[in-house]
């Protein structure tokens, strides 16, 4: 059973960096897609950025591109999620999401596997 665990989440002055973490687990990811999403109250869940085990390929929202990088570390099972130059529009809880499907792409609905969330908040 696929288990993701994320960290790093805070809160940050605007203009500032956090750096997110995905710890993955009980499954074999090298087909995997991995995505971040985020949701901000009342609002529906945004993707993020992905990236793809296999080949390091990386995607990126329009609402996070150039400021945002995510990565993974197959040592470690680990996807991380760069933020920088955060503004008060990023404050959302943010997902780690896990698909088996190699050309996932930003649709919540293709990814099966979900972490907790961890709370981003940015203030001005």
């Known amino acids: 059973q696929v288990q993701l665990v994320e960290s790093g989440g805070g809160l940050v002055q605007a203009g500032g960096s956090l750096r997110l973490s995905c710890a993955a687990s009980?499954?074999?990811?090298?087909?995997?897609?991995m995505g971040w999403f985020r949701q901000a109250p009342g609002k529906e869940r945004e993707f993020a950025a992905l990236v793809r085990w296999s080949n390091s390929y990386t995607y990126y929202g329009d609402s996070v591109k150039g400021r945002f990088t995510i990565s993974r570390d197959n040592a470690r099972n680990t996807v991380y999620l760069q933020m920088n130059t955060l503004k008060p529009e990023d404050t959302a809880v943010y997902y780690c999401?896990?698909?088996?499907?190699?050309?996932?792409?930003?649709?919540?609905?293709?990814?099966?596997?979900w972490g907790q969330g961890t709370q981003v908040t940015v203030s001005s």
């Open positions: 999401a896990g698909s088996n499907n190699l050309y996932a792409q930003s649709r919540p609905s293709e990814y099966a596997d």
């Open positions: 009980g499954g074999t990811f090298s087909s995997y897609t």
